[in-house]
């Protein structure tokens, strides 16, 4: 073969792979795009169709802390059951939401009213500019009485599956644990126990700090059911007290022996 018909056949073998690349990039391109519409057609035939909170006491918040209740597809419906911080809106808050390879990104806030434009002169840059104010509509108030937690529930429709991770207000939010939160162990007896409501469960055992049993109380889910207070000596002081908070109370031989 001639320098002349190799010259050729390079050059045409080059020009084939220039084209095949080519092809490839704009294959990839076209895909990519096609991938990009598809989840923004997804995204837009999502909607969020009713949200409510209320005060949620059979969870204790303060152990339990921010946590998925339930999340169920029935049909293309989501409901999404979240337990958050007890705070409450004065009015209907505005919801915005974000859905992008499984994970949701859920915001709920006060909704807001763009106000008139305000001029203002900076001396410094000698130049006007231009100042944007909001006025809120509503608020967000905590009532001291109420249990620490809400529950919130979303209803959306159009997902196909449950999405995996869950953010609220740029808080992430675990699956709730079925097992207890905390436990001790004392004469390898399981004592303690904060249960996964987040309340006291089975026995509880307090001692004085030179070693010797103060209480022996037995709880069902945070309620005291028995219990009895002893002396150093381990005599029968006939009360037992129970605090919540800043509120002590007393009960006195009205609680039987366990």
Partial sequence: MTSSNCLKT????IIISFFIIGLYFSCSKATTHSIKEKKIKELNSIQLIDYNSASYGLKKFEYVRECILNNHLSNDTLTLELLSENMQFSQKPEIKFILHNDTLNITVQVKTVQKKDTKIYNKKEKKYETMHTFEMQGDIHVDMLAPKGKIETFRF????K????IYLNGIYYKKFQTKDIESKTYNGNIINRINMNGFKDGVWLEF??????????????????NGKTFDKNGKDLHYVSESSGSIVSFQTDSLFNK
Avoid: D, V, W
Avoid at 10 to 13: D, G, I
Avoid at 210 to 225: A, F, M, P, Q, V
């Fill in 10 to 13: 390079k050059s045409l073998t």
């Fill in 162 to 165: 449950c999405p995996t991770t």
């Fill in 157 to 160: 429709k159009g997902f196909k």
């Fill in 208 to 225: 004085y700090e030179t070693g010797e049993l103060r209480e022996k109380k037995y709880y069902e889910n945070g309620s005291l059911i």
